[in-house]
């Protein structure tokens, strides 16, 4: 077992899985070879498919087990002011993110607007008006992209602070 900060189990599992992909690929490339009638398949390949296939299997077991120990620390890690788990955190971060968007989206309209080419049964162009405050779901977005900030950094905090056993 190997002890290291839960941001580098992170880098380790992303890197397991680019490790995985890249196997699978080698095993594709030496399972089939095009010969010459009477030339040694074996010749051309540097490993064998099974022996590719153990190296896959070894790492789908780390992959395993770094993603469990990752989850692990997720829930049973909590950021001491809020109490929240980081698996809560990283939620509540993203979903600030997605709110902070769409508001950021209402508050930056025009409030009122043409809309091109519509026009009324008596020949009036149709006008798009808004039947919100502009300026207070731009301020709403500010505070939420704030918020989320400040969770993306104590999450980072907290990834380098916690450590786990992969």
Do not use: H, W
């Not at 699978?24 to 089939?32: D, L, N, P, S």
């Not at 607007?113 to 500010?142: N, P």
């Amino acid at each position: 077992m190997e002890t290291m900060s839960l941001k580098d189990a992170r880098v380790l599992k992303a890197r397991l899985g680019k490790e995985l992909a890249s196997l699978a690929e080698k095993r594709a490339q030496v399972a089939v070879v095009t010969v010459m009638p009477g030339e040694n398949p074996e010749d051309f390949i540097d490993v064998t498919a099974d022996e590719v296939t153990e190296k896959i299997d070894a790492c789908m077991e780390r992959l395993i087990a770094t993603g469990r120990a990752i989850r692990r620390a997720n829930v049973g890690t909590t950021g001491a002011a809020s109490g929240e788990d980081i698996a809560s955190m990283l939620e509540r971060s993203i979903l600030l993110r997605r709110e902070a968007k769409l508001c950021a989206e209402m508050g930056a309209r025009n409030p009122r607007t043409r809309e091109r080419g519509g026009y009324g049964t008596d020949g009036a162009q149709l006008v798009q008006v808004t039947t919100y405050d502009i300026k207070k779901y731009a301020e709403r977005a500010a505070r939420m992209t704030q918020e989320a900030e400040a969770l993306s950094a104590k999450i980072d905090r907290l990834d380098l602070e916690t450590t786990v056993e992969i």
